[in-house]
Each structure stands twice: as C-alpha cells, then as structure tokens.
C-alpha cells in the first residue's frame, strides 16, 4: 500500500468513527522504543572460506514517535465493553541494526565492503484495540493490541572501511508488527494522562537486495522487547 493510499484509508477511518462515536475520544503521543536480537544470512562469503558463518549476528534498536486517536464507537458502549477504545495512528520510525555484514557498496573498487551498522528511517501506520481496567480515580491498567506497517523513505549503510556512509532513498515496504502493550496509565487533572508501558512485539523484517537477500521475504529477531511512554489528551465527553 503507497502511502497515499494509506493516509486515505485511515482519513476515511477516523472520519467513519467520528461519525459512530458516542462518548470520550483521546489522543496520545507516545516515543516507543524497542530492543531486539536479530540473526541474518551471509550470501557473500564463500562457503569454504576459513571464517565462514552461515548466519552473522547482532543487536537491533529501534526508536519513533507515534500519534494516536481513540475513539469509543456506539456499539461498544454497554456492559464490559466500555473499557475498550479503537485506535489508530500514524508515526516516524528509525530501525538501527548493530551487524557488520558484506553489502553490495556503490564503488568501482571490486572488494567485498562491510556494515558497521545501518538503519532505515520509516513512516508507519497503525490500527489496535485498546482495553483499560481503573483501578481507582487515578490509575488504570491498560493492554493494547495493535498491527503497524512500516514503509521506509531513507536506508543508511556504513562501512567498516571508514569509506562514507551509503544512503539510498528507495521506497520500502520494510516490516510489519503485532504488538501487544501493557501499562499503567495515571491522570493529570480533567483533560490529561501519562502512561508507562512495555511492549511485547512480534515483528517481521523485509529481506533487503543490497545484502543479496530476497526482498519478497521477511526474517524475524530472536528476541525482542520495547517500552514506551505516552501522554493521553482527553477530548470532551459528548453527553449522552
């Protein structure tokens, strides 16, 4: 999906539930960030080579700002269906992995080039449903589970050799995520909250062609774990 296309379907969405909602609507910003262990295949090195390894390993960062606006629709008002949101946002992403690995470098000297990292600056877009539990009139519980694309506009590879960092400015379908949140959410005042959250991701990387990897195919981290910290802008309460 462009990210023309994107930014029409969620218009039209928010535009949709403005329409059913019925009660408080609220918007966060939120700077997530997410830590993860990530195992990559070595296409270059020849098999026999003393060195060898069929798969390099390193750590990956990843750090954004996220928007998001949550509404309460007609139909999820009554019974224990009140304290469930529908949200849905729009954010800046950048994915740093700390792996050296061999790359195809835009130089004319034929020698195999290694990263000492590289990273990918993405939009993303995102859609969840969100459950909060008040535990008195100030604190609640909350757990989100959210699906987000990711479409990266910028991608920077730096060399070990000290040669200058390689951007490329291709348009990436780069990864897709599932995450489930768990937090604690305190209110300041009428209108306003912060929440402290951990997230619980289960992410999918697109395979990148400068590393001579399938871009139709995606790898996963080993491992990862994130956190973030959000403040929550409480709109008016329609009356009912």
Not at 176 to 198: A, D, H, P, Q, W
Request: net charge positive; charged share 20%; glycine share 6%.
């Amino acid at each position: 999906m462009t990210n023309y296309k994107m930014e029409r379907v969620l218009f039209s969405l928010c535009v949709v539930l403005s329409f059913i909602a019925h009660g408080q609507s609220s918007l966060s910003i939120s700077t997530p960030m997410i830590w993860s262990t990530a195992k990559v295949k070595d296409n270059w090195t020849p098999t026999t080579a003393p060195y060898y390894k069929e798969y390099l390993t390193g750590t990956a960062l990843g750090s954004g700002i996220n928007l998001k606006y949550f509404i309460k629709p007609k139909f999820i008002l009554k019974g224990k269906a009140k304290h469930f949101n529908i949200n849905v946002g729009l954010g800046y992403f950048k994915q740093k992995f700390d792996i050296s690995r061999p790359f195809d470098y835009a130089s004319f000297v034929q020698i195999i080039y290694r990263t000492s990292g590289y990273s990918y600056q993405c939009w993303n877009w995102s859609v969840g449903l969100k459950y909060s539990y008040p535990i008195n009139a100030k604190y609640e519980l909350t757990a989100d589970l959210s699906y987000q694309q990711f479409r990266s506009f910028q991608q920077d590879y730096a060399p070990t050799s000290g040669d200058p960092i390689q951007t490329n400015r291709f348009s990436i379908d780069f990864a897709k995520i599932v995450t489930l949140t768990l937090g604690v959410e305190r209110k300041l005042g009428k209108y306003f909250s912060v929440s402290f959250n951990l997230l619980l991701p289960a992410i999918s990387w697109r395979n990148d062609r400068i590393f001579r990897d399938d871009p139709s195919t995606y790898y996963h981290p080993s491992f990862s774990f994130g956190n973030s910290f959000s403040l929550i802008y409480r709109f008016r309460t329609k009356n009912i």
